[in-house]
């Protein structure tokens, strides 16, 4: 289901898009920055990568209670961390093409799950 921008779209508007769907992957304090800068320009993709960088970041937040449990909950946060960091990449470069993708098995969840959100 990759969906580029259409070809008619102004080049300002796919490098708002884009910019803001990067940004949204770059650490938190670049979400939170992506954040302002789709509510001055909302967008459909930038909306989309929000909502998947969202659910990233929940899914991370999640496994790190894990932590707390000595061994085995370190183990899990660490497979956690390994396995999210493959759906990051996979993500941010469907944000640098401007694709409307989401990442493998949790990215179609976090578009149900976050559906009102960013929108």
């Known amino acids: 289901m990759d969906t580029p921008m259409s070809a008619a779209a102004a080049p ?11 940004v949204s992957y770059v650490t938190l304090i670049g979400f939170i920055v992506a954040i302002f800068m789709h509510q001055k320009h909302k967008t459909d993709v930038g909306a989309f990568h929000l909502r998947q960088m969202l ?15 000595p061994i085995l909950g370190w ?13 990051w990449i996979i993500g941010l470069v469907a944000a640098v093409r401007g694709a409307v993708r989401p990442v493998p098995i949790l990215g179609a969840h976090y578009q149900r799950w976050f559906a009102g959100a960013f929108g």
Do not use: E, M, Q
């Open 75 to 87: 183990l899990v946060w660490l497979l956690v961390l390994l396995g999210l960091f493959p759906l």
């Open 12 to 22: 300002s508007l796919v490098t708002k898009d884009r910019i803001a769907a990067i």
């Open 55 to 69: 659910g990233l970041l929940l899914t991370s937040a999640a496994a790190s209670v894990c932590a707390i449990v």
